[in-house]
């Protein structure tokens, strides 16, 4: 993959703390970051605000937006990141497919999410959605090439651990982007 710039995704159920672990990982790679769920139409809050979950048809219009977030981020030679459940591969497939995209999973257990969603009971996403998200949660395999990162640990350690991972797989992230789009 062509490292400069890079779009990572970090994504994740609800609870998993992706707008936490991105605004942080944004801080550390001095770039730009998107809240993905800002981009779900007003319907789909609505719908999940009101408990139901959202249908593969609810989701296009978000997903496109994602995709439109990358293109741009992308013919602006910009680093990025942003959030985005992507619980299917299909949505997944379609996020990486306009290259030079990189997926972080944040794995946390099922206990922590509940106990996260419980205490936020301001958010759209309800505790009670949490099993239509994990049903709907396929898992990724090897070839998919995501960073899993144990996201039940303290913000500081997930960053600074997936940091060491971004560093690991990509050693020229330890320039500020700008200076790596320069060479």
């Known amino acids: 993959m062509n490292n400069c710039p890079i779009v990572w995704v970090v994504i994740g159920v609800s609870g998993s703390g992706k707008t936490s672990v991105g605004r942080l990982f944004a801080k550390e790679l001095e770039c730009d970051f998107l809240e993905g769920d800002r981009r779900h139409p007003l319907s789909n809050v609505k719908?999940?605000?009101?408990r139901q979950p959202l249908a593969a048809e609810d989701r296009l219009p978000w997903l496109l937006e994602l995709e439109n977030d990358i293109r741009q981020a992308i013919g602006k030679n910009r680093e990025t990141v942003m959030t985005c459940s992507a619980l299917k591969a299909s949505y997944r497939k379609q996020l990486t497919s306009l290259?030079?995209?990189?997926?972080?999973?944040?794995?946390?257990p099922i206990s922590v999410l509940?106990?996260?969603?419980?205490?936020?009971?301001?958010?759209?996403?309800?505790?009670?959605?949490?099993?239509?998200?994990?049903?709907?949660f396929e898992p990724i395999p090897p070839e998919e090439n995501a960073m899993i990162v144990n996201g039940d640990l303290p913000l500081d350690t997930v960053v600074s651990e997936l940091m060491a991972e971004v560093i690991r797989r990509f050693p020229s992230m330890e320039k500020p982007w700008w200076e790596r789009c320069m060479e």
Request: aromatic letters at 6%; zero cysteines; a positive charge.
């Open 99 to 108: 290259g030079r995209v990189q997926l972080v999973w944040l794995d946390v």
């Open 114 to 136: 509940k106990q996260r969603l419980e205490a936020r009971p301001k958010h759209y996403m309800r505790a009670e959605m949490l099993n239509s998200q994990m049903a709907a």
């Open 47 to 50: 719908k999940m605000n009101s």
